[in-house]
């Protein structure tokens, strides 16, 4: 039996096909096949695919165009593979990634999936950014499930086919979320779930990909897909807002707290997350250690939440966020060396002169000059790599 099925789908990836495909023929681990589905492509990509001899190499040709997700499931029938490791046709992998990869999985047997860290690369492929993932052990899988954050990125993940098999595979009710339903599923059927801390995967950021030519279905079927995920832990009137709170970042605070808008309705919410913690415990027999890591992380995150009641107005930082601050001082003296829980009561206090600075600011912005000189500075800050590493760094720390 074949240990490793490589899967890659293609659709008219002529442009970086060859890299793609050259980076896993030289992977010093030798036992795999690699599985190459051309999704009725209409350039040349077939042509390049078949001017390789390598008989690693199986090519499967559509007869029509079916789209990815059909085309994972199609390889998942045809693999001979104990591990299938996907890449997509515009990214590539690292030599030693496959090899690193088999040896953990075979050392864990609980292990479902296993991803990496990802040097991000332009059209050119210079690096721009290197993303690191944490996925240690259920906890992390678990929140970052729950948070819409699962750091298990599609072209870096090798799986167990039999454990995909049993859930069904991909869901193909889902295009360009697809991966991160299946991660909950396994995630549901009480698998586990690693990110290997090294860059072994090469992930090509470019205007033609799918996940920017197609961010709109993408995050309707992401909100779809978690919100089936919370529906196996709470009840159906509760998943919406703990979905919003999950994700409660700076651009979806404001949804959240306009929903929360009182204390009554906090501790509410609260009793949600109390309640789901308990359930998701339960049911899939988290152990203690798991279970407590997992109560830290939620109650880290409603610190995190608490502090972005303040943009929905300074009467919701008075009153509806204060219970789910006091909701997340509960979990103990570990909470409390988090920075949130330290810039909460300054904002707390400081709250009736940010509500004059924010008036100061909407007069001054009625003039002409003042705002194109506070747009200056918002694109100079945006821009400015040394405030996105800072920022990179906090955020770190903080889920660390």
């Not at 078949?50 to 079916?66: A, P, T, W």
């Not at 396994?186 to 799918?210: D, K, M, N, S, W």
């Not at 995050?219 to 832990?233: C, G, H, P, Q, T």
């Not at 003042?370 to 720390?397: E, G, L, P, V």
Request: aromatic share 12%; charged share 25%; proline share 3%.
């Amino acid at each position: 039996m074949t240990i490793v099925t490589v899967l890659m789908p293609v659709y008219n990836g002529t442009r970086y096909l060859r890299e793609a495909i050259d980076s896993i023929l030289k992977q010093t681990f030798e036992d795999f096949e690699f599985l190459i589905i051309d999704d009725a492509s209409t350039d040349e990509s077939a042509n390049e695919i078949l001017s390789y001899s390598d008989k690693r190499i199986r090519f499967v040709q559509n007869e029509s165009n079916v789209g990815q997700v059909r085309c994972q499931n199609i390889g998942l029938d045809l693999a001979r593979g104990k591990y299938i490791a996907r890449l997509d046709q515009d990214d590539s992998s690292l030599a030693t990634r496959l090899h690193r990869q088999v040896d953990l999985m075979e050392s864990e047997h609980r292990l479902a999936v296993v991803g990496t860290w990802m040097s991000k690369v332009d059209d050119n492929g210079h690096e721009i950014d290197l993303w690191r993932g944490k996925v240690d052990d259920p906890a992390d899988y678990l929140f970052t499930s729950l948070t819409n954050s699962l750091p298990l990125y599609h072209p870096s993940v090798m799986f167990r086919r039999d454990a995909v098999m049993s859930v069904n595979g991909y869901d193909e009710s889902l295009p360009y979320c697809e991966d991160q339903d299946l991660w909950r599923r396994l995630a549901l059927a009480g698998y586990e779930a690693r990110v290997i801390p090294e860059p072994l995967t090469r992930y090509r950021i470019h205007v033609g990909q799918q996940s920017v030519s197609k961010a709109n279905i993408q995050s309707d079927n992401l909100i779809f897909a978690l919100e089936r995920f919370m529906k196996a832990f709470v009840d159906e009137d509760a998943i919406r807002p703990l979905r919003l709170l999950m994700t409660c970042e700076s651009i979806l605070g404001a949804e959240f707290w306009d929903m929360c808008s009182s204390p009554k309705v906090t501790k509410e919410y609260c009793q949600h997350l109390i309640e789901m913690l308990g359930e998701i415990g339960c049911k899939l027999k988290l152990t203690h250690t798991q279970y407590s890591k997992l109560e830290h992380l939620i109650r880290c995150h409603t610190a995190y939440a608490s502090l972005r009641a303040w943009r929905s107005g300074i009467s919701r930082q008075w009153s509806a966020s204060l219970p789910m601050y006091i909701f997340a001082l509960q979990g103990g003296s570990s909470i409390i060396f988090k920075y949130h829980i330290w810039i909460y009561p300054i904002i707390y206090i400081m709250a009736p002169v940010l509500l004059f600075l924010r008036t100061v600011k909407r007069l001054a912005l009625r003039s002409f000059y003042i705002q194109r000189c506070y747009s200056s500075i918002k694109r100079i800050a945006k821009r400015s790599d040394a405030i996105r590493y800072w920022y990179r760094k906090i955020r770190y720390f903080n889920t660390t």
